[in-house]
């Protein structure tokens, strides 16, 4: 079985652009989460979408923003990219609640310049 | 103060020791616990899954949850040169939308 996988797996974008990355989640499993870890850091919650629906959002700028398709993929898109934008971004799936927790993809490492 | 709080080490360790990895919280709402492993520039791995007070067994991976003290652990037995990584403590609760609230991770190093 494939796990959480996401693309591009890096990726090197100018301050002001804007960015999308993708997830696919495990087969079977309907939500689909999505963190940013900086370097030396734990991962931070940035949204959870379930069943098309967003279901949770973290502390982060409007700028971020993601949507999950009927196929439950999902995209995290990031506008007018910051320095501070740099980090590992890691997309999540479990079933609906995470009774089993969660398995994370190997993420996308964006670097901002 | 962060709700979740863990040392980031790092750890230094001889092959077959046994290795103790701990983490503290603040919110007594957090009902499910989970440690993950992370090697360098990978995405982190489910290792342990806990929802209750007590002791989970793994093979050489026991987690424990104190949660009147509002600690956790992990212990690793007889610990191997492959489980240099970082450990990440996550913690959530019902109804929590998904969210995952880490620690900042533990740098373990197992020299041979």
């Known amino acids: 079985d494939a796990g959480v996988t996401q693309s591009p797996t890096h990726l090197i974008k100018t301050r002001g652009q804007q960015v999308t990355l993708r997830c696919s989640p495990i087969?079977?499993?309907?939500?689909v989460s999505w963190y940013q870890q900086v370097l030396g850091q734990g991962p931070q919650f940035i949204f959870q979408y379930y069943e098309k629906e967003e279901r949770g959002r973290g502390n982060f700028p409007d700028r971020f923003s993601a949507r999950q398709f009927p196929n439950y993929s999902s995209e995290l898109n990031v506008n007018a990219l910051l320095l501070g934008d740099s980090a590992l971004y890691l997309c999540a799936s479990s079933n609906r609640d995470g009774t089993y927790g969660y398995t994370f993809g190997s993420g996308t490492r964006l670097t901002v310049v | 103060q962060k709700e979740v709080e863990q040392d980031p080490g790092p750890l230094s360790v001889p092959e077959g020791a046994i290795v103790s990895l701990n983490c503290t919280y603040s919110?007594?709402?957090?009902?499910?616990f989970m440690w993950y492993r992370q090697y360098s520039r990978k995405g982190p791995e489910l290792l342990m899954y806990?929802?209750?007070?007590g002791n989970k067994e793994d093979g050489r991976f026991t987690a424990q949850v104190d949660k009147s003290s509002k600690y956790i652990s992990l212990f690793i037995r007889d610990s191997q040169p492959s489980d240099s990584a970082t450990y990440l403590c996550a913690m959530s609760y019902p109804g929590n939308t998904g969210k995952l609230i880490f620690g900042q991770g533990t740098t373990l190093q197992v020299k041979p």
């Open positions: 919110n007594s709402a957090f009902q499910y």
């Open positions: 087969s079977g499993h309907k939500s």
């Open positions: 806990t929802y209750s007070s």
